[in-house]
């Protein structure tokens, strides 16, 4: 049979092989199991790999490992999709977009999975295992009592043409079971340096189910073989795996790619992130009003430094200096204080138009419609620089809006003395007779000329106009709040403080 099945030049050649052979293109893949949101250690993961890829002109592939039937559905697909557009990770072939090493979802490529099991079985690496479910689950519970490896015995391992006709026969539906051999396996991961394995403690595992559908450490191997993955950037949790892979690559006659598996995410104390403690899935963080850029620069520092420890950077920018180097083996601590500080600096420094797209649904959700865009993220503009999440910009505009607002304590309190109806007063009567739009100039040149005319200033002159038409006694600068608000409602506003 053909190796190498899907690739165009219809060769195995060179598939998988070490980084820096010379001309081998850098191909590294996402391979999410759409059973559910993406977490955001798979999001981390995801960013890895984009980021390699990008820095080093490569490409990344989008793979759906969907072959667990009971769980994988397809609005669990469309929704991890959906995250990672959000993040800004775009793939270069994935099952939306096709590529030339398709089909990118396993519940597609099944034929291919039973052609290489089918090599495996024919040379004799592989063999059908009729054993019952119940019989290796009490094989399991004496091996651990006796404490002994809970490994397959290698019943069916040699079974005789007659022997196995009978079970067949019998109706019996078998597994494929890989033959493995007691050596040692050693790789070079590209983070935690050399790992050795013992082959001997796996016993002979499965690799097809008695369904016809592959194993996870099966399905992994062919497609990342296939599909030419030089390097397979992934989550620690799978390096127990990499010695079956290791083993499969060796027997199908694949070069392994290089692996980087990169440390977990822990809580603050060190405990396993739970989603009892906070968000733990994008669309919570997308929820919650954080920007993606804000999410892709803290995930990328769970675990990885750049040059020079900075902290705040661009996606640009951490495409620039990715480097698998710097990825250290340590759990990183997910620290939503931190986050936070990093979002405030997001929301502060990207576009202004990004910000108030992001924004709006918060501002809709809370009541606060606004048609007018220019207005709207003239509004999200002086509230930015007060906020850590885009949750909070509700809560610095609502005084825009008319009936979302009304005065707070300390705001009331400020209106309640004669110097501060005294300015309020002065300055009323000096916009109520004017025309046309109240630029935020002319509005602090009325206001300065209220002080001089009333012998107040600082914050005996700022805070009663602010409390006027705001209700508040903090916030943004007060002449920009009022060229926003437009002369009518100004004129409103210090009326009804008078009123108070």
């Excluded at 990183?332 to 420094?349: G, M, P, S, T, Y």
Aim: glycine letters at 10%.
């Amino acid at each position: 049979m053909n190796l190498a099945a899907g690739h165009p030049n219809g060769t195995a050649a060179g598939v998988g092989r070490p980084s820096g052979d010379a001309g081998r293109p850098v191909r590294v893949r996402f391979a999410p199991s759409p059973t559910g949101h993406l977490h955001v250690g798979g999001a981390r993961t995801a960013l890895f790999n984009w980021l390699f890829a990008k820095h080093e002109g490569g490409a990344f592939v989008l793979r759906v490992e969907d072959t667990d039937v009971a769980r994988s559905t397809v609005d669990s697909e469309a929704a991890v999709l959906e995250d990672l557009r959000w993040l800004g990770l775009d793939w270069d072939e994935g099952p939306d977009r096709g590529g030339p090493y398709g089909p990118y979802r396993q519940s597609e490529r099944l034929g291919t999975y039973r052609e290489q099991a089918d090599r495996l079985l024919s040379s004799g690496l592989a063999y059908p295992c009729y054993c019952a479910d119940e019989e290796l689950e009490e094989k399991r519970r004496s091996a651990m009592e006796e404490g002994r490896d809970p490994r397959y015995d290698g019943k069916c391992r040699n079974l005789s043409v007659a022997e196995r006709a009978a079970c067949e026969a019998a109706g019996l539906q078998p597994v494929l079971r890989f033959r493995t051999e007691a050596r040692d396996v050693e790789v070079r991961d590209l983070v935690r340096g050399e790992v050795r394995f013992a082959a001997a403690m796996l016993g002979d595992f499965v690799i097809m189910r008695s369904d016809g559908r592959p194993t996870y450490n099966f399905a992994v191997v062919v497609d990342d073989a296939l599909m030419r993955i030089s390097h397979v950037i992934r989550a620690e949790e799978h390096l127990s795996n990499t010695m079956r892979q290791v083993l499969l690559y060796e027997a199908l006659g694949f070069d392994a790619p290089r692996f980087a598996h990169v440390s977990l995410i822990v809580d603050r104390d060190r405990s396993k992130l739970s989603k009892r403690r906070g968000a733990t899935s994008v669309s919570e963080f997308r929820d919650a009003g954080y920007l993606p850029g804000a999410l892709v620069n803290y995930l990328a520092l769970l675990g990885w430094s750049p040059p020079g420890d900075r902290e705040l950077l661009a996606r640009g920018e951490l495409v620039e200096a990715f480097d698998l180097e710097r990825v250290s083996p340590a759990a990183a601590a997910f620290d939503e204080d931190k986050l936070d500080w990093v979002n405030a600096h997001h929301i502060r420094e990207e576009p202004a138009a990004l910000v108030a797209r992001l924004a709006r649904p918060f501002a809709e959700t809370a009541g606060l419609l606004e048609e007018d865009e220019a207005r709207f993220e003239a509004m999200v503009e002086l509230a930015r620089p007060r906020v850590s999440r885009l949750s909070d910009i509700p809560g610095e505009i609502d005084f825009f809006f008319d009936g979302a607002w009304d005065y707070e304590e300390e705001a009331a309190n400020a209106l309640g003395d004669k110097t501060s109806r005294s300015v309020v007063l002065a300055l009323l009567e000096r916009l109520a007779d004017g025309e046309g739009a109240l630029a935020a100039a002319d509005f602090k040149g009325a206001l300065s000329g209220v002080g001089m005319e009333e012998g107040v200033r600082g914050k005996d002159l700022y805070i009663p106009v602010r409390a006027a038409l705001t209700g508040r006694t903090h916030g943004p600068g007060i002449g920009e709040v009022a060229e926003l608000l437009g002369r009518e409602r100004v004129v409103q506003r210090l009326s009804r403080a008078l009123e108070m």
